[in-house]
């Protein structure tokens, strides 16, 4: 029998990649489970990408506050309203807790689950539930969010996360190149110049290419001098979502800013190192099938010494899983 399930979790695009091993476990626990998402238009992709999810319904809040009582905001707003009081849920469930997914949760028809009051960002959002859930805080968003979705179902989750990218990862022919993040949209979190100057020496005397991303033209400005003059460095050039997961798929290794395609890195099972610095990897530690470092912390940045002891590390757990017999002498028994 069909169980149809709404999902609404509207971003970020690195809250959004931490959902995806939940639905893989709802996907695996739950029989003819049928997964609608809500989420937020200009990340609307990454939930395409998931082979369980069936549909996904774009929102625009990000667009609307802007705007919020113009008359093309109000039309849109009314088309959505209208979208989901004609669908029909058993389940509708809130990963994100807070006002602004209540406010989409309440135009929704279904049995409304979310966190409870002790459990979510903005307690206030609790109290627009018919159940409420405690999931401890301090943990993994990974884990925090497969952990709901299991009290949810009632199933036990087990096994490493499957974040069900197989798109990009299956065949995937991973190339000479490091891609770089090393730009953000507060400056609070950006690294100094002559950490990263250190990090690309080291990324090329392993004989790697550095393609550096940038979201927006003031990052691409910065990219752009952090390796000017530098020859085997590049900008990328603006590209869509899946774009980019098909190059972090394809490179050797990737280092970045705490950042969305930093998380994505992870979840495609690259070997990925993220620097924080204005946040703390507790609850948002890089998760994924290779090597990860997560490393500083608020008010805390690494220094280019760690970082280049992971990049090392990195790349030798990277060579180890491309060629696992190296190293083994052919009268050995080979491990089982």
């Given at each position: 029998m069909t169980k149809r399930i709404l999902i609404v979790r509207t971003s970020s695009l690195g809250d959004l990649v931490h959902m995806l091993p939940a639905i893989s476990d709802i996907a695996r626990h739950v029989p003819g489970a049928r997964i609608d998402w809500v989420v937020e238009e200009g990340f609307a992709e990454v939930p395409s990408w998931h082979p369980a999810v069936h549909e996904v319904i774009p929102v625009a809040h990000r667009r609307w506050r802007k705007s919020w009582w113009a008359p093309q905001t109000r039309a849109e707003r009314a088309a959505l309203r209208r979208d989901l009081d004609a669908r029909r849920y058993d389940i509708v469930l809130d990963m994100q807790a807070l006002m602004k997914s209540v406010w989409l949760v309440r135009q929704t028809h279904g049995e409304r689950h979310g966190l409870d009051r002790r459990s979510a960002r903005e307690p206030l959002a609790s109290f627009f539930y018919d159940v409420r859930h405690t999931v401890e805080f301090w943990q993994p968003a990974v884990t925090r969010q497969r952990t709901l979705a299991a009290s949810v179902f009632g199933y036990q989750y087990e096994g490493e996360p499957d974040f069900g990218l197989g798109r990009f990862t299956s065949g995937a022919?991973?190339?000479?190149?490091?891609?770089?993040?090393?730009?953000?949209?507060?400056?609070?979190?950006?690294?100094?110049?002559?950490?990263?100057?250190?990090?690309?020496?080291?990324?090329?005397?392993?004989?790697?290419?550095?393609?550096?991303?940038?979201?927006?033209?003031?990052?691409?400005?910065?990219?752009?001098?952090?390796?000017?003059?530098?020859?085997?460095?590049?900008?990328?050039?603006?590209?869509?979502?899946?774009?980019?997961?098909?190059?972090?798929?394809?490179?050797?290794?990737?280092?970045?800013?705490?950042?969305?395609?930093?998380?994505?890195?992870?979840?495609?099972?690259?070997?990925?190192?993220?620097?924080?610095?204005?946040?703390?990897?507790?609850?948002?530690?890089?998760?994924?099938?290779?090597?990860?470092?997560?490393?500083?912390?608020?008010?805390?940045?690494?220094?280019?010494?760690?970082?280049?002891?992971?990049?090392?590390?990195?790349?030798?757990?990277?060579?180890?899983?491309?060629?696992?017999?190296?190293?083994?002498?052919?009268?050995?028994?080979?491990?089982?």
């Open positions: 022919q991973v190339g000479s190149c490091a891609v770089v993040m090393p730009s953000a949209s507060r400056d609070d979190k950006l690294w100094p110049a002559g950490h990263w100057h250190m990090v690309f020496d080291h990324l090329q005397e392993h004989g790697l290419a550095l393609r550096l991303l940038a979201g927006n033209e003031r990052e691409a400005r910065r990219a752009g001098e952090l390796i000017d003059g530098r020859k085997g460095a590049e900008v990328l050039p603006r590209m869509t979502l899946e774009d980019v997961a098909r190059v972090l798929a394809s490179a050797r290794i990737m280092v970045g800013l705490d950042s969305g395609l930093t998380h994505l890195s992870a979840g495609l099972g690259r070997p990925t190192i993220g620097i924080y610095k204005a946040s703390t990897p507790v609850r948002t530690p890089l998760q994924g099938s290779s090597y990860t470092a997560s490393l500083g912390e608020r008010g805390s940045e690494p220094s280019a010494e760690t970082v280049l002891s992971a990049v090392e590390q990195a790349l030798s757990f990277d060579a180890r899983q491309a060629h696992p017999l190296a190293g083994v002498d052919d009268s050995d028994p080979v491990p089982g």
